[in-house]
Nanobody, 117 residues
Framework: QVQLVESGGGLVQPGGSLRLSCAAS????????MGWYRQAPGKQRELVAR???????TYADSVKGRFTISRDNAKNTVALQMNSLKPEDTAVYYC???????????WGQGTQVTVSS
């Protein structure tokens, strides 16, 4: 079974930075879109950022200009650089890989990001 392993979460002060990484464990098919969702307690799941195999990026308005998503197609990894973090960024962040074709997404287990002074 393919697993996505996330790393980089933790506790940071407002204005700080974190870099989240997500890597596939085991054999994996070619991936079209990679991205990150987040969910805070009492809030709906939110698409934070996504990136296509051609490098086209999409960001939630709430993170635009502060977060940067990138991918390494050869290694099947995706990263999320988070700068100027705010308390409202506090959430569990989940990476996902969308394979080519009709197969379902792969999902990470979630990593906690807490922004607090």
């Amino acid at each position: 079974q393919v697993q996505l392993v996330e790393s980089g979460g933790g506790l940071v002060q407002p204005g700080g930075s974190l870099r989240l990484s997500c890597a596939a464990s085991g054999s994996i098919d070619r991936i079209s879109t990679m991205g990150w969702y987040r969910q805070a307690p009492g809030k709906q799941r939110e698409l934070v950022a996504r990136i296509t195999s051609y490098g086209t990026t999409t960001y939630a308005d709430s993170v635009k200009g502060r977060f940067t998503i990138s991918r390494d197609n050869a290694k099947n990894t995706v990263a999320l650089q988070m700068n100027s973090l705010k308390p409202e960024d506090t959430a569990v962040y989940y990476c996902y890989f969308n394979p080519l074709g009709p197969n379902p997404n792969y999902w990470g287990q979630g990593t906690q990001v807490t922004v607090s002074s």
